[in-house]
Antibody, heavy 121, light 107 residues
Framework: EVQLVESGGGWVKPGGSLRLSCAAS????????MSWVRQAPGKGLEWVGR??????????DYAAPVKGRFTISRDDSKNTLYLQMNSLKTEDTAMYYC????????????WGQGTLVTVSS | DIQMTQSPSSLSASVGDRVTITCQAS??????LNWYQQKPGKAPKLLIY???NLETGVPSRFSGSGSGTDFTFTISSLQPEDIATYYC?????????FGGGTKVEIK
């Protein structure tokens, strides 16, 4: 069974950094396209970025609001996905989810429970 | 970026009613569209993929149709457990974008 568990959220001041983790089980992370999706309090869903599988080159793409500040990476030995968030802004406050369809690219059939990031002074 | 216009933003219907939500893309996205259900405090759940395919394990009262720019999501007979917010999502082009969501309530 595919399972995703996020961690690493918390409170941080504007300009600060945080690294989120998404521990995967039930499949090999290196074979999957993985995405991060966020949801500001009371708002809709927003795609953050994606990393392709190793066999598809591991390319990373990001949404414009986070490009240059956020970095997606993975540690295949730990089967864990990461989201490094730098230069955080108040508007980055949100629940952050990792999601995957494993081999189904952008059809996200599996989601983590989310981890809350609060950026505030 | 492809804009996804979802309507209505909220609706109230009775148990057993047929519920329809529409999603319009700002450009042709073929059938690269998914529908998700999100209950309060929970992660989204995939219901429909590629515009009309029912995800495994999802009740058959949920369905999707459409292609190009106009899409429809239908609950054929609303059940109390269907109270949630529903989102469409296009994956034809980056950045991936979602509709604004439709909150479904019981009348």
């Amino acid at each position: 069974e595919v399972q995703l568990v996020e961690s690493g959220g918390g409170w941080v001041k504007p300009g600060g950094s945080l690294r989120l983790s998404c521990a995967a089980s039930g499949f090999n992370l290196s074979n999957a396209w993985m995405s991060w999706v966020r949801q500001a309090p009371g708002k809709g869903l927003e795609w953050v970025g994606r990393i392709k599988s190793k066999t598809d080159g591991g390319t990373r793409d990001y949404a414009a609001p986070v490009k240059g500040r956020f970095t997606i990476s993975r540690d295949d030995s730990k089967n864990t996905l990461y989201l490094q968030m730098n230069s955080l802004k108040t508007e980055d406050t949100a629940m952050y989810y990792c999601a995957t369809g494993v081999l189904r690219y952008f059809v996200w059939s599996s989601w983590g429970q989310g981890t809350l990031v609060t950026v505030s002074s | 970026d492809i804009q996804m216009t979802q309507s209505p933003s909220s609706l109230s219907a009775s148990v057993g009613d047929r519920v329809t939500i529409t999603c319009q893309a700002s450009q042709d996205i073929s059938n690269y569209l998914n529908w998700y259900q999100q209950k309060p405090g929970k992660a989204p759940k995939l219901l429909i993929y590629d515009a009309f395919n029912l995800e495994t394990g999802v009740p058959s009262r949920f369905s999707g149709s459409g292609s190009g720019t106009d899409f429809t999501f239908t609950i054929s007979s609303l059940q109390p457990e269907d109270i949630a917010t529903y989102y469409c999502q296009q994956f034809d082009n980056l950045p991936l974008t979602f509709g604004g969501g439709t909150k479904v309530e019981i009348k």
